[in-house]
Structure formats: C-alpha cells, structure tokens
C-alpha cells in the first residue's frame, strides 16, 4: 500500500541533495502525516531534520512562538498563524526549508462547519509560498492525505523553480 507519491519524494530527496538543503515541518491539522511522509524519502536522514506536530495554541506558542492573541481569535487556523509555523520551525530545527499547516479536517463550529486547512513554505527566512485549501467533506484521514498531497507536490515546484519572496 503506497500512501505517498514515492516518485515525488523521490524527486524532492534528489533536489534537496543537489542543493545541500534541509527542511523541517511544523503540522496541526495533518498530526504527523507529512513528517510521515518526508521519512519515506530515500536518504531522509540526510535533508529531513524532523517535525513537530502540535494541536493547541498552547503548543503553538511554546514550541513555535505563534502569537497568542491572534491565534486564539482564529482558534489557531489562519494564515498567519501557518507563516509563523513554516518560519519558526525553521529555526527551532535549524533547516533552509520549513512547512507550517494547520486547519480543519472535519466540519466543526469552529470552522463554520468547513473543511480547509491553511500552510506555507518558507526558505531561508522568508515566505515563499502560502494558500488556504478548502476540501470537500468526507473522512478525515482522507482529507488530511489529500492536504500532505497537495504539500508534497506544492514543495516539488518551488524546490524546481526559484524560491518567489
């Protein structure tokens, strides 16, 4: 049973080698699936530095420094509060690459019985990629699959092309 796109992590272990770069990752709403993911790649160990996975603003502000105030008026899902996940878990692992996601993967009151998820990539300090992603509904675990999915391919193209500020 293949999980992930093997191919894809294939590519991204390739390109991570080329350009001596690390990355690390920073996830709520996917709970460990994209760290699961990343150690899938061939040669992990030598670009993967690790992840955290963290589901309350307590959390978030201890481990990766999210501004509270913020993070509680949005119940920790904004963009905002995925930027500071991606950034921050770059320094916390010390790598050129950090993602940060966060969101909903079932319908809740909180979300407006809506299923999205917010992530970034950051590289080297800065933001290079951010978006809010809404799915349909369905069963969580499918969801949070398709959110990793999306990542993975997401993170493919900015290693491919220049980083964009």
């Known amino acids: 049973m293949e ?4 191919e894809k992590l294939d590519k991204i272990h390739i390109l991570m080698l080329r350009k001596k770069e690390t990355i690390a990752v920073a996830e709520s ?3 460990g699936l994209l760290q699961l993911a990343f150690s899938q790649a061939e040669k992990a160990a030598e670009f993967y530095q690790g992840g ?7 959390q978030k502000y201890r481990h990766l420094k999210v501004e509270p105030i913020h993070a509680q008026a949005v119940n920790c ?4 509060v995925s930027m500071e996940m991606a950034l921050n878990v770059c320094a916390m692992f010390n790598s050129d690459w ?3 996601i966060t969101g909903y993967a079932t319908p809740v009151p909180e979300s407006g ?3 999205f998820a917010y992530y970034a990539i950051a590289h080297k300090g800065k933001i290079v990629y951010k978006i ?3 799915q349909a509904k369905g069963e969580a675990l499918h969801i949070q699959l398709k959110y990793v999915t999306n ?3 997401q993170f493919l193209k900015q290693l491919k092309g220049p980083a964009r500020p």
Request: proline letters at 0%; charged letters at 15%.
């Open 3 to 6: 999980l992930f796109d093997n």
């Open 29 to 31: 709403v996917t709970s």
């Open 52 to 58: 955290i996975s963290v589901y309350n603003i307590g």
């Open 77 to 80: 899902v904004s963009e905002k």
């Open 98 to 100: 950090g993602i940060g």
């Open 113 to 115: 019985q809506k299923v």
């Open 132 to 134: 809010r992603m809404s």
């Open 151 to 153: 990542i993975i391919n």
